[in-house]
């Protein structure tokens, strides 16, 4: 049996870069997370691309049981402050980065009404750029392999690169380059359960030199739900708003207000799907 990870057992989606032009310096930060959703955040990003599963279905177990007791996946819905990854999480990681100091994270959860299969088509083979329109100008993405593979687990990983234009304010052009994973994890408490990760492969390109945008780092687990499904996502982040009077606790808010509309959007694209 894996091992218990975070705290004993029992206790009971990045492709937008957050806006730059938040204006926040009077925004609250979102609550700081308990420390097994901060543990287990990291726990299963790093463990993530293991060939052995073991350590990675535990800290997946260990994360819907955080969720499923009492009121933590009501508390989660509207967002939390978490701390940064530890280095040992992105070795091997191909950016030009390679650095966790400084990063700023959040983590929010959201319930959705789809099966696993509807979410892994909307956020692994359908075009990213028609489920969130708003958020692009240009958004590519590349697989190594074919796609439509995944949501019928014919194919159990897949990964992507991704190219992206998009314009804040309507006058800051940033453009980002990515990596994306995507794999299926099975777990004899769970059953299948969909992972998501992707990171900055270099810094962004932002045609306001006062503005820098080092680092972002990206988790999704969409777990089973009784027929529906469960979505967490966290994002570790590190850039330099130059003088714009943006605060660290206000880009920790705008990071979950942008994964929450990122969620939303997914429901609104299945529904019309």
């Not at 060939?51 to 997946?60: K, N, T, Y």
């Not at 998501?196 to 080092?214: G, K, Q």
Request: proline share 4%; glycine share 4%.
């Amino acid at each position: 049996m894996a091992a218990s990870v975070g705290y004993a057992r029992p206790m009971d989606t990045r492709y937008r870069l957050v806006p730059l032009l938040v204006l926040a310096a009077a925004c609250a930060p979102p609550a700081e997370a308990p420390e097994q959703l901060e543990d287990l955040c990291t726990y299963v990003f790093t463990h993530f691309d293991d060939e052995d599963p073991e350590a990675l279905e535990a800290g997946l177990v260990n994360l819907d049981a955080w969720l499923a007791n009492g009121d933590n996946l009501a508390q989660t819905v509207e967002g939390y402050q978490i701390s940064n990854l530890d280095q040992a999480a992105i070795e091997g990681i191909d950016t030009s980065t390679q650095k966790v100091s400084g990063l700023v994270g959040a983590a929010v959860a959201k319930e959705h009404p789809w099966s696993l299969r509807d979410m892994a088509v909307a956020t692994v083979t359908a075009d990213w750029a028609e489920v969130v329109p708003k958020n692009y100008d240009v958004y590519e993405r590349t697989f190594t392999k074919d796609k439509s593979c995944f949501p019928d687990r014919d194919c159990k990983r897949i990964a992507a690169t991704a190219y992206a234009e998009a314009k804040f304010a309507g006058l800051i052009e940033v453009v980002t380059r990515n990596r994306i994973q995507f794999r299926w994890v099975e777990s004899e408490e769970l059953g299948w359960v969909l992972l998501h990760r992707s990171w900055l492969t270099e810094p962004a390109d932002v045609s306001l030199d006062s503005i820098a945008v080092n680092a972002q780092y990206f988790l999704a687990v969409t777990l089973p739900a009784s027929g529906d499904t469960t979505r967490m996502m966290a994002t570790w982040m590190d850039a330099d708003y130059g003088a714009l009077p943006v605060t660290e606790d206000g880009a920790k808010r705008e990071i979950v207000k942008s994964m929450s509309k990122q969620g939303d959007a997914i429901d609104e694209w299945l529904a019309e799907n």
